[in-house]
């Protein structure tokens, strides 16, 4: 998915948006609970009683239940994770990402929505059920929380003589295949504490880009995504003003303060 454009393709239908953003944030409520209520519940161990295929199996049946509303509610929108030319809309759902934090009932864990036309996010909604919360954005209305509006910060730290990330948080998640961050991870915490930041690995990439749209760490950097997983919670980062890149095959979110020494480090 390349970087959200800050000019939409078509004017967006307002009804629309409205409704769609309802729905979202109903089924983020609907899907937070359960997860919450099941999270580190699970038990066996090997072969079709692993925890890990229950856990698959709590994410595919939320999966389905929005697949089912959503069909339902919006008969001409695919859910679909491929681009569909014929139609200027299309569903994004990641029912649980940072499946080993859910599995050990570890906070780090989150259900993802997003409708998206051809140049990116309409409406987002991330539910961090360990939390408690949701978040939730459409182009151009700002993102919603239980709190009141929410700005990215536009600077992290700053002490004198120090660089923009003295004091910040910066993501970073390892993608499934095993590929670290660029320049790889010994060098890639060694660049970031360098400038004064800490590196965090929270285990769900929509996790940790939702962190940056909420103003608590100053980038997310992942040598990997998969646009699902990651499409709602940039919704919420465009709408609060971060800074998104796609370096290579990865994906940079930060605060316009500090994006581009961010992107510094990720050159070889």
Same mark, same amino acid.
């Given at each position: 998915?390349?970087?959200?454009?800050?000019?939409?393709?078509?004017?967006?239908?307002?009804?629309?948006?409205? =409704?769609? #953003?309802?729905?979202?944030?109903? %089924?983020?409520?609907?899907?937070?609970?359960?997860?919450?209520? *099941?999270?580190?519940?699970?038990?066996?161990?090997?072969?079709?009683?692993?925890?890990?295929?229950?856990?698959?199996?709590?994410?595919?049946?939320?999966?389905?239940?929005?697949?089912?509303? @959503?069909?339902?509610?919006?008969?001409?929108?695919?859910?679909?994770?491929?681009?569909?030319?014929? *139609?200027?809309?299309?569903?994004?759902?990641?029912? /649980?990402?940072?499946?080993?934090?859910?599995?050990?009932? %570890?906070?780090?864990?989150?259900?993802?929505?997003?409708?998206?036309?051809?140049?990116?996010? $309409?409406?987002?909604?991330?539910?961090?059920?360990?939390?408690?919360?949701?978040?939730?954005?459409?182009?151009? =209305?700002?993102?919603?929380?239980?709190?009141?509006?929410?700005?990215?910060?536009?600077?992290?730290?700053?002490?004198?003589?120090?660089?923009? @990330?003295?004091?910040?948080?910066?993501?970073?998640?390892?993608?499934?295949?095993?590929?670290?961050?660029?320049?790889?991870?010994?060098?890639?915490?060694?660049?970031?504490?360098?400038?004064?930041?800490?590196?965090?690995? /929270?285990?769900?990439?929509?996790?940790?880009?939702?962190?940056?749209?909420?103003?608590?760490?100053?980038?997310? $950097?992942?040598?990997?995504?998969?646009?699902?997983?990651?499409?709602?919670? %940039?919704? #919420?980062?465009?709408?609060?003003?971060?800074?998104?890149?796609?370096?290579?095959?990865? %994906? @940079?979110?930060?605060?316009?303060?500090?994006?581009?020494?961010?992107?510094?480090? /990720?050159?070889?």
């Amino acid at each position: 998915m390349a970087p959200p454009s800050p000019t939409p393709a078509r004017p967006l239908d307002d009804g629309l948006v409205s =409704r769609a #953003l309802e729905v979202a944030v109903r %089924l983020a409520g609907d899907a937070g609970d359960v997860l919450a209520a *099941t999270a580190g519940r699970a038990t066996g161990a090997g072969g079709e009683n692993s925890p890990f295929a229950w856990v698959r199996d709590t994410g595919a049946t939320l999966e389905r239940h929005t697949r089912r509303v @959503l069909s339902a509610e919006f008969p001409g929108i695919p859910v679909t994770g491929d681009p569909a030319p014929s *139609t200027p809309y299309r569903w994004l759902v990641a029912a /649980l990402d940072g499946r080993a934090n859910y599995l050990a009932g %570890l906070p780090g864990y989150a259900y993802s929505l997003a409708l998206v036309d051809r140049t990116g996010p $309409v409406v987002g909604v991330v539910a961090d059920p360990a939390a408690g919360r949701s978040y939730a954005a459409a182009r151009g =209305r700002g993102v919603r929380t239980e709190d009141g509006p929410v700005r990215v910060s536009r600077h992290h730290g700053g002490a004198a003589g120090g660089t923009a @990330l003295a004091g910040a948080l910066v993501c970073t998640e390892f993608a499934d295949d095993g590929v670290p961050p660029v320049p790889g991870p010994a060098e890639f915490v060694r660049r970031a504490t360098g400038a004064g930041a800490a590196v965090r690995v /929270l285990g769900s990439a929509a996790t940790a880009v939702t962190q940056v749209a909420l103003g608590r760490a100053a980038a997310a $950097v992942l040598p990997r995504y998969r646009e699902p997983v990651v499409a709602g919670a %940039l919704a #919420l980062a465009v709408e609060t003003g971060a800074v998104v890149a796609t370096p290579g095959d990865g %994906l @940079l979110v930060a605060a316009p303060g500090v994006a581009g020494e961010v992107a510094a480090w /990720l050159a070889t």
